[in-house]
């Protein structure tokens, strides 16, 4: 019954109908781009300008049609048709309208669900803790046996943070859950004791977020945190390598080392300043440029925050969700035992953070906000994450990752002059060129060839396409890319 109101349904908009046994790849999936009019067209301009009367909008780029977008292709508001590799910042896990998230309100309690939305830590549905159990707890990371649900990845960050604060004062306190009078009376003129003088560590071209403690540690770009007031915490360098990996293999042990050896130093240098709590890094630092950091570097990191009785935060909003071949990024470093704390979002559809039985604040309304979540969300990452056990997406992300990396660095080969330095996992892929107007030129003229990417760094090109992102739809990518290239 729910599959045939689906149907109905996508027919009326789109006049597509999807097999029964390939729910990810619709028959009538475009074969290939379509480009009708300049990029962007007439439409997109008007709405613009309508959009900019009411907003600070020079981030739009286009406006969707999402009645028309389908799988991996993303439809304008002037009838272009893209091959979308970038996918809302990373954010669309198995590509527009799948069928098994269009019927999931189909059933009347999903859409109460929805539509009763509530204030979760407070007077969350009688089936909060299955939905939890059920849906979040299976794919968390291993050891992680506790759950917080927020609204973003900011939020995540932040309250992780809070999470890493209230974590070390109890130690301090020896477990004892009571506060002093001075605490409570100092805290409310944001003086010591009960404010205290505390830390996290991030890396330079990191980013964790926009909102105050988050931005904090948010180092990728000036824009970001221009005006706005920020705590003195550390910075430490996060590695830059020389490419390919396997020719300058010492090299980039060495630049892991001195790295390293910086965490080590800043940690004693804050200790009489404001002392490092918690170091949260990306498995892959993404809007700060794509850059990598080998297993042995996260191995060495992880024994440094344990040497110190620091928490180590593993910022997964970007990587987390299967797109570089595993449910977590992280997992490709082999640490000896789980992180501290993984806070997620994006793909996950909800924001929150998983974390160990000791960061579990306990006193109430200490990590907390109105919603604390989505129900709805909740709902619809249940199913993507059946479409991606059924559909074996982490294997396919692998798998079209190598033709997409593979081809790259044959096109880096063809024209060193105007890529370089091919890297990633997966398909969560990215290169560089030698100047920051050579790769705006580059990703502006991928797009009028019918290709949708994002930017990030100073001159890097990312790719993030669905994790329904096919061989051929790879294929299509690079020819497209090729076609750039030799245009210039």
């Known amino acids: 019954m729910m599959l045939r109101s689906y149907r109905a349904t996508y027919t009326k908009f789109r006049g597509i109908r999807c097999s029964r046994n390939s729910s990810s790849v619709c028959q009538n999936e475009p074969a290939h781009p379509e480009i009708k009019t300049p990029v962007p067209g007439p439409k997109t301009k008007e709405l613009l300008k309508q959009l900019s009367s009411l907003q600070q909008a020079d981030s739009v780029q286009l406006f969707a049609d999402y009645d028309r977008s389908i799988g991996n292709y993303f439809v304008d508001a002037d009838g272009n048709t893209f091959l979308d590799a970038f996918t809302q910042i990373s954010s669309v896990p198995v590509g527009y309208n799948h069928p098994a998230l269009l019927g999931a309100f189909n ?9 009763n939305r509530p204030a979760l830590g407070v007077f969350p549905g009688k089936d909060w803790p299955e939905k939890l159990q059920n849906i979040l707890m299976p794919v968390a990371p291993r050891g992680l ?16 943070y809070k999470a890493v604060f209230m974590w070390q004062r109890s130690k301090k306190r020896g477990g004892k859950i009571e506060f002093t009078p001075e605490e409570m009376s100092s805290c409310m003129a944001n003086q010591p004791p009960g404010s205290p003088n505390l830390s996290i560590m991030s890396f330079k071209g990191g980013f964790h977020g926009r909102t105050f403690g988050a931005l904090t540690t948010t180092r990728s770009k000036p824009i970001h945190k221009l005006d706005c007031p920020s705590f003195d915490w550390p910075a430490a360098p996060f590695p830059r390598y020389k490419y390919p990996l396997d020719q300058f293999q010492r090299e980039n042990q060495q630049e892991d080392e001195s790295c390293l050896e910086q965490v080590a130093d800043l940690i004693q240098q804050y200790k009489t300043r404001s002392p490092v709590a918690g170091i949260i890094v990306e498995p892959i630092q993404s809007e700060g440029g794509d850059y990598e950091a080998s297993p042995a570097f996260f191995q060495k990191l992880q024994k440094i925050s344990k040497e110190n009785s620091i928490a180590l935060i593993i910022d997964e909003v970007q990587t987390g969700c299967g797109p570089t071949g595993k449910m977590w990024c992280y997992e490709h470093f082999d640490l000896p035992s789980p992180p501290d704390i993984v806070t997620f979002s994006k793909k996950m559809l909800t924001g929150g953070f998983y974390y160990h039985e000791e960061f579990k604040p306990p006193h109430a309304y200490r990590v907390f906000n109105t919603w604390m979540g989505d129900p709805g969300k909740l709902i619809l990452l249940e199913k993507v994450l059946q479409v991606i056990k059924q559909e074996n997406l982490l294997r396919v992300a692998t798998e ?35 100047k920051t107007e050579i790769r705006d030129k580059i990703n502006n003229k991928i797009k009028e060839n019918g290709i949708l990417g994002g930017v990030c760094g100073e001159n890097t090109i990312r790719l993030r396409p669905a994790l329904v992102f096919q061989k051929k739809h790879a294929e299509i990518y690079l020819d497209a890319l090729r076609k750039t290239l030799k245009s210039m």
């Open 400 to 434: 079209t990752g190598k033709v997409l990396k593979d081809g790259l660095h044959k096109l880096e080969n063809e024209f060193p002059h105007l890529i370089n330095s091919v890297r990633g996992r997966g398909t969560f892929l990215a290169f560089s060129s030698p």
């Open 145 to 160: 046996n506790n759950i917080s649900t927020m609204m973003c990845g900011s939020c995540s960050n932040e309250n992780a």
């Open 107 to 115: 059933d009347v309690h999903n859409l109460r669900s929805l539509v």
